[in-house]
């Protein structure tokens, strides 16, 4: 490596494995200069506390990121058609094994509307309140209840968001009685959107221990589709599988166009709609805020959030595999986060940042997407370079993907749906 690529390596702007000089063997000029850079006070002050974890470019270690078209027998597809057929099943099937577990057997869904009030939102919304109940063959069910605003007087079947609420219900209110710019609802319904909503501990707590799983799904079906302790769900998988429980019900009702259904989460949540958008097709369109270790950002790159901290402190919201492959090097996963991105190609993908959250590891977040292009390519859908992460409050869409890094720190705001649903706008062409 010549010492400018050294330095660009070294300064995360372009991952190892995507190194490629341009025609004519240039290095592009300095693009350390342009886009965003971690605020140097916040590091300063991690600095002083001495904390061990990564949030220095410098200290991000050389990887080399799996190709996203390289099947296990080493040969590479080269068609959407073969992904789809091929890699794509192979791709998910490594998620399951090795990140999230497997979730369920198709359940059979039912719907009860148990409430309906056609003046929410001082009359500019219907609320329903719809309680989902999903049985097995076997007659085992699990029931959890969720809630959609459905913007009043619309032409036709409106868009949908559907939010993975993990925080407390005045986070997310469908009622509205209490406001949080969490999930500002008047600005979503205001601008066309059905906005749906669940309590992601209503389908498994948030918590680890048999006490904490015995009213969730995962005490109905403990192991999903995998063996327990090794590739069975965890509760990110849990929430995943719910909020395509909802979907189910969004794609039942006539005032909601089920082809439009966008699923939005925060952090943990935001992990939650990668996986949800990865696995089911059906959504249009996967947001994910602040995600971090686990969502969008590179596992290999170790910066923020240490694989083996969160698997020590939240092992339950994955499956025994990936907990215990985080004593070892990430090297050895045999995928990293920007195939959880490429599985929701070529549908609509949007990675969000705060500034001040580096413990979510911005620059990670935008990687991901950018090593996504080899599998957007194959519909021909441009995805952003990996030295073109844009500046602060700068959102940068291409194709159907899109990204931002907002100021502040680890939270959802109104700025961050706003750009969601101008991002939505655009892909849906509206
Ligand atoms: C943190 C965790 C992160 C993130 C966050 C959240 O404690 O380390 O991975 O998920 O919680 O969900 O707010």
């Not at 099937?93 to 869904?109: C, D, I, N, S």
């Not at 329903?128 to 999903?134: D, E, G, L, N």
């Not at 063959?137 to 959609?148: E, H, I, L, M, R």
Request: glycine residues 10%; positive net charge.
């Amino acid at each position: 490596m010549n010492r400018i690529r050294r330095t660009l390596v070294a300064a995360g702007l372009v991952a190892v494995a995507a190194v490629t000089a341009p025609a004519g063997g240039q290095e592009p000029a300095k693009p350390a200069a342009r886009g965003w850079q971690p605020d140097p006070k916040l590091q300063a002050t991690l600095e002083a506390q001495k904390k061990p974890w990564v949030y220095r470019e410098e200290s991000v270690p050389k990887y080399a990121l799996p190709d996203p078209l390289r099947l296990a027998d080493g040969t590479r597809v080269a068609t959407a058609a073969d992904w789809e057929a091929k890699r794509r099943p192979e791709t998910l099937a490594l998620f399951r094994k090795h990140v999230y577990g497997h979730p369920p057997a198709p359940t059979a869904a039912r719907f009860a509307v148990t409430e309906t009030d056609p003046k929410a939102m001082g009359g500019k919304a219907t609320l329903k309140r719809v309680r989902i109940a999903s049985a097995d063959p076997a007659g085992k069910t699990f029931a959890f209840d969720a809630a959609v605003l459905i913007p009043n007087g619309a032409k036709g079947p409106v868009p949908a968001f559907v939010l993975i609420n993990h925080r407390a219900v005045g986070s997310a209110d469908p009622t509205r009685r209490e406001k949080n710019d969490f999930w500002p609802a008047e600005a979503i319904v205001g601008r066309g959107y059905a906005a749906a909503v669940f309590q992601a501990a209503d389908v498994d707590a948030d918590k680890n221990g048999p006490e904490a799983r015995a009213g969730g799904v995962r005490a109905v079906w403990p192991a999903g589709g995998g063996t327990l302790g090794e590739d069975s769900w965890g509760t990110l998988g849990a929430w995943a599988w719910g909020a395509s429980r909802v979907l189910d019900y969004l794609r039942t009702d006539a005032a909601v166009d089920g082809a439009k259904v966008g699923v939005v989460g925060h952090s943990r949540g935001g992990k939650t709609a990668l996986w949800a958008a990865a696995q089911d097709e059906r959504f249009a369109l996967g947001v994910s805020n602040d995600s971090g270790r686990g969502g969008a950002s590179l596992t290999r790159r170790g910066f923020g959030e240490p694989w083996a901290g969160i698997s020590k402190s939240f092992p339950y919201w994955f499956c025994g595999a990936y907990v215990k492959a985080s004593a070892g090097k990430a090297d050895d996963l045999p995928v990293d986060q920007h195939q959880l991105i490429g599985l929701i190609a070529p549908r609509g993908a949007y990675v969000a940042s705060a500034d001040q959250d580096l413990w979510a590891d911005p620059r990670g977040e935008f990687l991901s997407l950018a090593h996504s292009a080899p599998v957007y390519a194959l519909y021909k859908h441009p995805v952003p370079a990996a030295d073109e992460m844009p500046p602060l409050d700068t959102p940068l869409v291409r194709g159907r993907v899109g990204y931002h890094v907002r100021t502040g720190g680890h939270n959802l705001t109104p700025y961050d749906w706003d750009k969601f649903l101008d991002f939505a706008d655009r892909l849906y062409g509206r």
